[in-house]
């Protein structure tokens, strides 16, 4: 089996969940984990299982992993199993600020964008997306989020 992690990452936080999953799937099978600036045409090729994750910034995926999807062709991930993830704040550390959990009600976490974007390639998301808990805006990573993002992925 092959699969792909594709990320990006600001402060390296979502980059270390990447590489966690990437672990993770490398008990059954290849795994390539790469920046979404390094991934060309030709390596998605032959793949079973995508998975892609950014950090949420401005209520979204980064722009970054977004611009690398539109680069697939329609139809692009037909019979590819995909999920996807994000980095974030707590509901507690959002909480703090007056403005921003009513803005995080509407717009959400860069997971869900990612998920729908590989769906409509024709992606099958088996999983819903994820978020992974930072401390703040350059981290760190909560303490066993690494551990979670491995369960998770194991759950594909």
Excluded: C
């Excluded at 793949?47 to 994750?53: A, M, T």
């Excluded at 009513?102 to 974007?117: C, E, L, N, Q, T």
């Amino acid at each position: 089996m092959k699969s792909i992690v594709v990320y990006d990452s600001q402060f390296g936080n979502t980059k270390l969940i990447a590489e966690a999953i990437g672990r993770a799937l490398g008990l059954s099978g290849r795994v390539f984990v790469m920046h979404a600036s390094d991934v060309q045409p030709g390596d998605l090729m032959g793949i079973n299982r995508l998975i892609v994750g950014s950090p949420t910034q401005q209520l979204s995926a980064a722009p970054a992993v977004l611009n690398w999807i539109k680069t697939i062709p329609r139809d692009g991930l037909r019979g590819v199993r995909a999920a996807a993830f994000d980095t974030r704040f707590t509901e507690e550390k959002i909480s703090r600020t007056k403005v921003l959990p009513f803005f995080m009600r509407i717009f959400g976490y860069g997971a869900k964008p990612i998920s729908d974007r590989l769906e409509k390639k024709g992606a099958e998301i088996i999983l819903p997306p994820e978020g992974f808990y930072v401390a703040d805006t350059e981290g760190p990573l909560l303490e066993w989020e690494l551990e979670r993002a491995a369960e998770w992925i194991r759950k594909m």
